[in-house]
């Protein structure tokens, strides 16, 4: 009989619970450890329509990306969206599992994903969250070459064409070619200086505001704004199909279902 736990276990491996941030909030938010699991649905965020789906195929399990619960909550109120949720869940049984910041910093995680899709090889570290004995980085983000220099308007055509994305934004800094690329999956406009200092010519990330688009264009960097759904969504196929190797290595009778119903709260025009 495989558990809650056994998963939690494979993602510990995956994903360590200790490379994610201090403000974060991942692990087991909804469900008991040992409650037994036949089938589980990855997803990026524990939606309604997501619950719905895992209800639909069985699921005893959600891995998601985001963090159902956030902030400590005071009062589960049915009437609003997240005791809507989490009453949804508790009655069908199901449990939550999120793997957050740990899963953007973890070595094969959300940035490392992005990286692979967009075209970038030789990465390395972006902005180094913990330094290992060994003198090992763990980073979010990375930092990664393309093939051939292209142009800024050629390589976010070729970001459009790589993610489930119908359009993008991206500010064009002048002449300079793309080769050297940073990127921060999901919210990174903070680190654009970071990317400035580093000497990449571009930025890749989502959730840009104006003056902040501006910011980089008087640094002389190139960005991209692909969308938070758009440069993350990915993770949910990926990290299944990394969840059903090791479950087929242990020999873990569980099936792995990634979402692949969920789009961009962001509709375009």
Not at 76 to 95: C, D, K, Q, S
């Amino acid at each position: 009989m495989v558990t809650c736990q056994d998963l939690m276990d494979l993602m510990e491996e995956i994903a360590p619970r200790h490379l994610a941030e201090s403000w974060d909030n991942p692990g087991l938010l909804v469900g008991s450890p040992r409650a037994r699991v036949a089938r589980v649905l990855v997803c990026l965020d524990v939606s309604d329509a997501v619950i719905e789906q895992a209800a639909a195929c069985g699921a005893q399990l959600i891995i998601a990306h985001h963090p159902l619960i956030f902030q400590p909550l005071k009062a589960i109120r049915t009437e609003e969206p997240a005791g809507r949720r989490i009453a949804a869940l508790l009655a069908h049984g199901i449990a939550v599992f999120a793997a957050h910041t740990n899963l953007d910093i973890a070595a094969g995680g959300v940035n490392d994903v992005l990286a692979h899709l967009v075209g970038l090889s030789h990465l390395s570290a972006f902005e180094v969250t913990a330094q290992e004995e060994d003198g090992s980085a763990w980073s979010l983000g990375r930092v990664g070459t393309l093939p051939a220099p292209m142009s800024i308007a050629d390589f976010a055509a070729k970001v459009r064409a790589a993610l489930p994305v119908p359009h993008l934004r991206y500010v064009d800094a002048g002449p300079r070619p793309v080769r050297k690329v940073a990127l921060v999956s999901g919210s990174g406009a903070e680190f654009i200086d970071r990317a400035a200092a580093l000497g990449v010519d571009a930025y890749l990330t989502g959730d840009v505001k104006y003056h902040e688009a501006q910011h980089a264009a008087e640094l002389g960097l190139h960005l991209i704004d692909a969308g938070h759904f758009g440069t993350e969504f990915p993770i949910a196929a990926a990290l299944a199909a990394r969840l059903r190797a090791l479950c087929a290595e242990r020999r873990l009778a569980v099936e792995i279902v990634a979402d692949e119903a969920s789009h961009d709260i962001f509709q375009f025009l």
